[in-house]
């Protein structure tokens, strides 16, 4: 999946404009829930989307909905990751 083809897909469903993420590598931070929607789409790197219920390893292209109230935890490869970032109020 391409930029403008993840931006038109997330303004699509009502989320925010994008913005680009960045993860240090082997960054990894406690685990925590938003209160709101969030969608992403790696562009370089590793990340690592650790869950409660075990981890999804996501590389550039792979994209991963993080909905309002789940607990995660963003973890940067060996050689950290880029990303782009969407969310949404979890009311929309």
Same mark, same amino acid.
Do not use: K, N
């Given at each position: 999946? @391409?930029?403008? #083809? ?11 404009? %994008? ?23 790696? %562009?370089?790197? #590793? ?20 909905? %309002?109230?789940?607990?995660?935890? #963003? ?6 990751? @880029?990303?782009?970032?969407? @969310?949404?109020?979890? @009311?929309?």
């Amino acid at each position: 999946m @391409t930029h403008d #083809e993840f931006t038109a897909w997330v303004e699509g469903d009502g989320f925010s404009p %994008t913005r680009s993420m960045s993860y240090e590598p082997d960054q990894r931070p406690p685990m925590h829930a938003h209160e709101f929607d969030a969608r992403l789409l790696v %562009t370089g790197g #590793e990340l690592t989307m650790a869950l409660a219920d075990g981890s999804i390893v996501l590389r550039a292209g792979d994209e991963c909905d993080v909905p %309002t109230g789940t607990v995660h935890s #963003e973890q940067g490869g060996p050689d950290g990751a @880029t990303a782009i970032l969407a @969310t949404r109020d979890a @009311t929309a």
